[in-house]
């Protein structure tokens, strides 16, 4: 007979082998093509960008009638995440709780998130919140306070961050850089780059790393020009095309420049790769003080335009 002080070590590894348990994910908002991109490339293992590991279970639809792009959307995604996925629908944000493991905050409208976000943290899972994080920097902020004082996990990313040829550029500005890709704005949003141009302006926090000190932002018909630089003496700039364009960069190295590809990936997968990472182990995989930074850039962006292109600080959010 084997004794058991033999078999425990054998024991240890076959259970460091075994699969991790599939997480069960909620959805907060049901008015983002994201949450038809995202239940397609985990449920489905045929897929050749699958990714293994989780599965949507439940949601909450939510919706902004006053926002043509939640309004018009919102029933259609929740149709397809009940007929094609199985997802059970639940009344409140709390409802969600006792049914998953971990939440996607997907409402489209940034404006919802702080609220939303208020109820999602009394669940005490950890929360990806899809962008814009927020629609002002002062929601941006509060976010932040709340998770800090519930010790919830979040981290907010744009899908960009983790396209391979951002990543193959990531470190190598030794001189600085320049993004651009679509700039269309919303209204509704006071930090109106956050609705879109936030995608560029991920891209170009990727690239540079952060220590952004001071912003102007110069705008026209075609597009605005944001200007960032950095305490290590770094120019970081974010060129945005109205009312869409592609996405791209250039790199100034200390001896050559560097350019992304004409043609990019667009996948999610990788992104997706990395909020199941996070769910598991509760390590932002992008810094919160990263996508504060990011957001504190925008506020600064504004306050620029405000004073005509004049140079403002960003503000401090410790």
């Known amino acids: ?29 049901t ?23 989780a599965r949507i279970v439940a949601a909450y639809k939510g919706g902004s009638a006053d926002l043509p792009s939640s309004a018009d959307r919102v029933d259609k995604f929740a149709e397809e995440l009940k007929t094609k996925h199985n997802v059970r629908f639940v009344d409140h944000i709390a409802d969600l709780c006792p049914l998953v493991d971990a939440l996607l905050l997907e409402s489209v409208d940034g404006r919802k998130h702080l609220s939303q976000f208020r109820e999602a943290v009394r669940c005490g899972k950890p929360v990806f919140i899809d962008k814009p994080l927020a629609a002002s920097w002062k929601d941006a902020l509060e976010i932040a306070r709340i998770a800090r004082q519930a010790n919830v996990p979040w981290f907010s990313t744009s899908s960009l961050r983790y396209q391979q040829w951002v990543m193959d550029l990531a470190g190598k500005a030794d001189r600085g850089a320049i993004t651009w890709g679509p700039g269309p704005t919303e209204k509704t949003h006071e930090l109106d780059l956050g609705w879109y141009a936030i995608h560029p302006i991920e891209v170009l926090f990727t690239i540079m790393g952060p220590g952004c000190e001071r912003v102007s932002r110069v705008s026209s018909a ?66 919160n003080d990263v996508t504060m930074e990011i957001f504190a850039f925008m506020e600064a962006a504004n306050q620029s335009r405000a004073k005509n292109g004049a140079l403002a600080n960003l503000p401090s959010w410790k």
């Open 1 to 29: 007979m084997i004794s058991l002080s033999r078999m425990l070590p054998v024991l240890a590894l076959a259970t460091l082998l075994l699969p991790a348990q599939e997480l069960k994910l909620g959805i907060i908002g």
């Open 222 to 287: 075609s597009g605005e020009v944001l200007t960032g630089f950095w305490k290590d003496g770094r120019i970081g700039s974010v060129r945005t095309l109205v009312p869409y364009g592609d996405y791209g960069a250039a790199v100034f190295g200390e001896k050559s420049t560097l350019q992304s590809p004409s043609k990019a990936d667009s996948s999610y997968a990788p992104m997706l790769t990395s909020i199941l990472r996070f769910f598991r182990d509760k390590q932002p995989p992008v810094p």
């Open 31 to 53: 008015d983002t093509s994201h949450v038809s991109a995202f239940p397609a490339i985990l449920h489905d293992a045929s897929r050749a960008d699958h990714v293994p590991g």
